[in-house]
Structures are given as C-alpha cells and as structure tokens.
C-alpha cells in the first residue's frame, strides 16, 4: 500500500499537475489540509513559496491564524506572502456574498503575486481534499447541474492545480498526527450557516453512516465524470459537426434528424448550453422540435428559429433585438443607430478617458459574455461616485434625458448586473482602482445623429 508522499507523487505526475523545475505557490490558510499539503511538498521535493490573506472575518482568530503561518514559515524556512483585505466591507460595496467574495479576493491576489516576480510562479496551489469534492458534487446535483457540474471541483484550471483531491481528510489527519504536524481550526466551519458546511456536517455523515465509504466513492466518482467528460465532448463535438450546417452567420439542426438519433435531446442540450443558454432555457427551447415553421425562442443573445424541418440559431442583431453578446476579448456591433467597439488592455495607472462614451472596466469583476440590450422597467445600478444603489428611470429622468433619448438606452449587463449605462455612467462597483492590472475598455458611438 501506497504511504501518502507516494500516492501524492503518483497523483502529481498521472494529472501532470507540476514538474521538478517549476516554481510553485501555496494558499496556505493554516488549517489541516493546507499545513499537510504545505508538508507533502517540502517532503517530495518541489520549490514553493506560501501565500496567507487575512479576510478579518473571524477577529483575533483570524490574526491568530495568520501568526501561526508566519511562524511556521519561519520555521521551515519558507519565503511566505502576507496580505490582508477587510472582506465584509467589500462584499457590501460588490454586492456579493462574503464567501464569493473572499473566493475573489483570494486569487485576485494570487495572480498579482504570480505577475509580480521577474518569473511569474508556474502554478498556484490549492489543499482541496477528497471530502470538498464530495460537497460540490451534492451541492451541484441538489441545485441542478449539467455534466460539468458533477464533475466536482477540477484538479486544474488554467495555472491552478489541486494535488490533495485524491485524498480524504481522515488520510490527511493520520499524515499529520504521525508527524506531529501542527495546525489551526476554524471555527465558522462548524458553523452550518452556510449550504456548503450543511452539507460537511449534516448530509455527508448521514450518508457515511448508512453506507460507509460513501464520501469517498462520490469524490472519486466526481474525478471520474471529469476525466470521462474529455471522451464524451470530443464525441458530441464529432457529431455536432455531422449535424450542424453552417451557412454565413446561420447555424442549423435538420430536426427529424435530431429526433430519430438517440438521445438527440441530449446532443441539442450540448449545442444551446455552449451558447450560454441555461438548462431550463434549453428545455423550452426543445418545445420548437414539435412546433410549426414560424415558431421562435430567444436567448442568451440568439434566436433558435423552427423553419420547416430546421432548427436554425442566430445571434440576434442588437439594432433589431435590443440585445448583442460581447463573447470575444476585442470586437465591434455596428448597428443603424449605434457603434459599440471594445478591447482588453493591460491597465498601468493611465489616466481614465474623460468622456461618457468611453467605459474602462476593471477586467476582473467582469464575466464573459457580455450582454448589450435595451434597458427595462425595474432596471437598478449603483452610479458611479454614488453609494447607494439608483433605477435607471429615476437617474435618466435626474439627467433630462427626454423621451426618445431614454426610449433608446442601452445597458451592458454582466453576471446580472449592470456595468455601465452606455454612453452615460458605469456602475460604481466595476471602476478602476489601484489594484486594478487589465481593462474592458469600451466606446459607444451614435451614427446618423441617433442619441
């Protein structure tokens, strides 16, 4: 049998996670998985440096916890990074949950930290264990989930990588104790406020307890939707390919094809949800397999249209639907009545464009795709320099804005919330501040004197 250093190695090497020449940083909270982790490293021989932000959520525990890194680090020699951001006050100001927020916050600064050396860090380490694979296996299953979702977390996205998923906490708790490896508890884990402990401290031990070994077979299930989800897209993408007919900016499904192959409502999922159209979006849309010619659904920006024994999808022309995806880093929309232009660019300090047409984004609260559309009844954002928030109506009509002009505003939505009325304000949560390194830069035009 394995000891924990060899099953630890064995599973860097099978996910080729690192190698032996790259430089790597830890997030290291102090608690048990982060403290074994931080052990296995040192022990299999890899270069790494630590990473510790104080979210000041917990108090003195919270300072606690950073003065044991601190000392640990010293003690094993290790260069260790140190930051500290006052989470509750920015989740208000972002509108967020604290736990989003401090998920933000925490690789907003790891990347900045990787970006800062001469040699950026080649990877960015993360203790999840077996167990936080269970949970987000159920959470997903329990919320509804696509076949992405039951794959749990994935042992690497882009430069971070999660080399303890193999592992239960049991194991890493018997690795510790015979090492006499010392750790901090957090004391909001035991706390079932949140779905996520629910599930650690409710659900899991009542389904372990029923049928012992069950936490782990659900973690290595989650391991093994993912890496059979590699064969199962190539496969869609294969007959996606056979299926859909290309024609200029016209994408079409022969539907009596779709029908007859089996499970064709699951290849039709898979060709919708790529779009952006959303599980409960794509079973309406499946509605039009039996529908008449003429019959239409619209969302995500496109329009699936049924045309006799086609199912043709189109992204829809923003001057005509009101609405326009910004899905590409630099791009345009030109429509009869407006120019939208947009890029991602590196951010070092300029001086912000003074002019209302022109938006600079902080690139990292911004989420792909964008949605441009008319702006509707309800409609609510927190206007730059203001601290509260404001309906668009009321902040139109404060600016004079007459009839038509307002009968003609766009809004750019990201992640459900309004980024910038365009041509007037951006959102207050979304400016540029001294952290900020890249920017969705955007400029709207009118054309033919259109306002």
């Not at 996910?15 to 982060?34: N, T, W, Y």
């Not at 029908?259 to 779009?275: C, H, Q, R, S, V």
């Amino acid at each position: 049998m394995k000891t924990l250093e060899e099953a630890f190695a064995a599973f860097v090497e099978e996910e080729k996670l690192f190698i032996r020449r790259h430089s790597l940083l830890l997030a290291i909270s102090g608690g048990l998985d982060s403290v074994v982790c931080a052990a296995l490293l040192k022990a299999t021989g890899f270069s790494v440096e630590w990473a510790h932000m104080n979210f000041r959520l917990r108090g003195a525990e919270s300072d606690r916890d950073e003065q044991f890194v601190t000392q640990l680090a010293a003690g094993w020699n290790v260069v260790l990074h140190t930051a500290g951001r006052d989470t509750a006050a920015i989740a208000t100001q972002r509108k967020s949950s604290i736990q989003e927020t401090a998920r933000q916050l925490r690789y907003e600064w790891f990347e900045d930290l990787r970006n800062s050396r001469d040699l950026p860090f080649d990877r960015i380490v993360t203790a999840h264990q077996a167990i936080d694979n269970a949970e987000t296996f159920l959470l997903h299953a329990l919320r509804g989930t696509a076949l992405t979702g039951l794959g749990g977390i994935p042992v690497r996205r882009g430069r971070i990588v999660r080399p303890l998923l193999f592992a239960t906490r049991e194991e890493l708790r018997q690795y510790a104790a015979a090492r006499q490896l010392q750790w901090v508890e957090d004391s909001s884990n035991e706390k079932t406020d949140y779905d996520r402990n629910r599930v650690r401290h409710e659900v899991l031990p009542l389904l372990e307890s029923a049928f012992p070994g069950s936490v782990q077979q659900i973690a290595a299930t989650a391991l093994r939707v993912r890496e059979q989800k590699y064969w199962y897209d190539e496969a869609v993408q294969r007959r996606l390919r056979k299926m859909v007919t290309i024609e200029t900016d016209v994408e079409k499904m022969p539907v009596r094809l779709l029908l007859k192959i089996p499970n064709g409502k699951t290849l039709f999922f898979e060709w919708l949800y790529a779009k952006g159209f959303s599980p409960g979006q794509v079973d309406s849309a499946w509605k039009l397999t039996g529908s008449q010619t003429g019959a239409y659904h619209d969302a995500a920006g496109y329009r699936l249209l049924r045309n006799r024994n086609w199912l043709n999808l189109q992204r829809l022309p923003i001057g005509d639907s009101g609405t326009g995806l910004i899905d590409t880093e630099t791009g345009d929309l030109i429509t009869s009545r407006y120019r939208l232009t947009w890029k991602l660019q590196p951010y070092r300090g300029e001086a912000i464009p003074d002019s209302s047409h022109i938006a600079w984004l902080d690139s990292r609260l911004v989420e792909f795709p964008l949605l441009i559309r008319t702006w509707k009844a309800g409609d609510y954002f927190y206007p730059l320099g203001m601290p509260s928030k404001k309906k668009l109506a009321r902040f139109m009509t404060d600016l004079r804005m007459s009839r038509s002009e307002k009968e003609q505003a766009f809004v750019v939505e990201t992640g459900n919330r309004i980024a910038w009325l365009a041509g007037r304000r951006i959102d207050h949560r979304f400016r540029i501040t001294p952290a900020t390194r890249q920017v969705l830069a955007l400029q709207w035009e009118a054309i033919n004197n259109a306002t």
